[in-house]
């Protein structure tokens, strides 16, 4: 099975900030990588899919890139909604991984 | 407005059965998987299983085969997870979300969740 390995778990930044998110995957997984955040007590929500394209209605700071085994999640100017889980996640073969999330929390 | 509207919490019983829905609108729910999430307390996102209504095609993830059962009602536009009995380490929300598995291989829409309670 691919397994799906974020960094940093936990990352501090403050309004304004420019972030990056990693996801590496223990195996090429070509672009079949997407991203969603998680506010406490909410589903998540998709943000980035096919590892650079942006759901609709998502706002332009947020962008993905990446392929084969290494990924990352960029928000490029932090607002204060922003503060919350990110995980990725990975489809192959009717199987979904996700993984284990990146907390985003303020400094 | 595409949905998906999940049944309400629940606290059961060790040894107990359960069955929780996810009823999806605003879209043709034959041709879309529905795929369920669990999320343990204060942990992260594992997939369960997906299900094609259409056919009634259905995965699990290696980690819950055999652990529950995921079907689908085309005819009342529902999916379901079933437990025939519940552990306490079932304690958890419950999502069920759906795939788009023909440009986007991404969760798009998600249910709210259903939290389920299992005491010993």
């Known amino acids: 099975d691919i397994q799906m390995t974020q960094s940093p778990s936990t990352l501090s930044a403050v309004v304004g900030d420019r972030v990056t998110i990693t996801c590496r995957a223990s195996q090429s997984i070509s672009s079949w990588l997407a991203w969603y955040q998680q506010k406490p007590g909410k589903a998540p929500k998709l943000l980035i899919y096919k590892a650079s394209s942006l759901e609709s209605g998502v706002p332009s700071r947020f962008s993905g890139s990446g392929s084969g085994t290494e990924f990352t999640l960029t928000i490029s100017s932090l607002q204060p909604d922003d503060f919350a889980i990110y995980y990725c996640?990975?489809?192959?073969?009717?199987?979904?991984?996700f993984g284990q999330g990146t907390k985003l929390e303020i400094k | 407005e595409v949905q998906l509207v999940q049944s309400g919490a629940e606290v059961k019983k060790a040894g107990e059965s359960l069955k929780i829905s996810c009823k999806g609108s605003?879209?043709?729910?034959?041709?879309?998987?529905i795929g369920w999430v669990r999320q343990m307390p204060g942990k992260g996102l594992e997939w369960m299983g997906i299900i094609y209504p259409g056919d009634s095609d259905t995965r699990y993830s290696p980690s819950f085969e055999g652990q529950v059962t995921v079907s689908a009602d085309k005819s009342i536009t529902t999916a379901y997870l079933q437990w025939s009995s519940l552990r306490a380490s079932d304690t958890a929300i419950y999502y069920c979300?759906?795939?788009?598995?023909?440009?986007?291989?991404?969760?798009?829409?998600w249910g709210q969740g259903t939290m389920v309670t299992v005491s010993s």
């Open positions: 996640q990975h489809y192959n073969s009717y199987s979904h991984t």
């Open positions: 605003g879209y043709s729910f034959t041709s879309y998987w």
């Open positions: 979300a759906r795939p788009e598995m023909a440009y986007k291989y991404a969760f798009d829409i």
